[in-house]
């Protein structure tokens, strides 16, 4: 495997579920992010990991929990989930933080609460 | 705070057409500036980047120039393909992290 792999690819929950999703890089980074997006939005950064370290929480309600138990894996644990949180969610990878390192996208998980 | 606004789709084209996405921006400090790519069913990849004003970022016949007086960033191509189909994403670097647009649909007819 090479680059961001995310699991599952497409993911279907009832609100009251509890379901985790999965990030895995191969590129020796040491940053990770979660982010979400949704139609007719911009991206919408969730959660930043440097050294799995969380680094920034932008304001994401409790429902999402992230873990980061080293730097080449990160979770997203979610749990009574609401319709509007249905999106893709990408992860992405970097070398470190800031605005000179390129990120590496995953192919993102399709999720949709029903 | 920053913000990025880009034009919105969808955008359809025949095949060998010019292409323009235009891009703004709003920033403070100086940030650099991205254009990302979303083929189908995959992630965003980095398609060209400039870090400061004037500086022209290209990549597979696509270009775009850092206008600090006008703030903007427009991506442009000579003549697209079929396999150019993708959305677009302007973006912008703060501090830690990328502020984005709502992305461009891109469609190329034959």
């Known amino acids: 495997e090479t680059g961001v792999t995310q699991t599952p690819r497409h993911l279907v929950m009832g609100m009251t579920n509890k379901k985790s999703l999965k990030c895995e890089q191969h590129?020796?980074?040491?940053?990770m992010y979660w982010y979400k997006q949704s139609a007719k939005k911009p991206l919408e950064l969730m959660f930043v990991?440097?050294?799995?370290?969380?680094?920034e929480n932008n304001s994401v309600p409790s429902r999402f929990s992230p873990e980061c138990p080293n730097s080449s894996h990160l979770f997203l644990h979610l749990h009574t989930l609401q319709p509007e949180d249905s999106a893709l969610y990408l992860c992405?990878?970097?070398?470190?933080?800031?605005?000179?390192?390129?990120?590496?996208f995953g192919p993102g998980t399709r999720l949709t609460v029903t | 705070g920053n913000s990025v606004t880009q034009m919105e789709g969808p955008v359809t084209l025949s095949e060998e057409a010019f292409l323009t996405i235009n891009c703004t921006y709003t920033?403070?400090?100086?940030?650099?500036l991205f254009w990302y790519v979303q083929y189908p069913g995959e992630g965003l990849q980095l398609l060209l980047k400039?870090?400061?004003?004037?500086d022209k970022g290209s990549n597979k016949g696509f270009e775009a120039t850092y206008r600090k007086e006008t703030t903007s960033f427009h991506l442009e191509k000579g003549s697209v393909q079929v396999s150019d189909s993708a959305v677009y994403f302007c973006?912008?670097?703060?501090?830690?992290?990328?502020?984005f647009g709502t992305g461009t649909r891109l469609t190329i007819i034959p």
């Open positions: 973006a912008l670097s703060g501090s830690e992290k990328l502020t």
């Open positions: 992405a990878s970097s070398q470190a933080t800031g605005p000179d390192y390129e990120q590496y």
């Open positions: 590129l020796g980074h040491n940053a």
């Open positions: 990991y440097s050294l799995e370290e969380r680094v």
């Open positions: 400039a870090t400061k004003a004037d």
């Open positions: 920033a403070t400090g100086y940030p650099s």
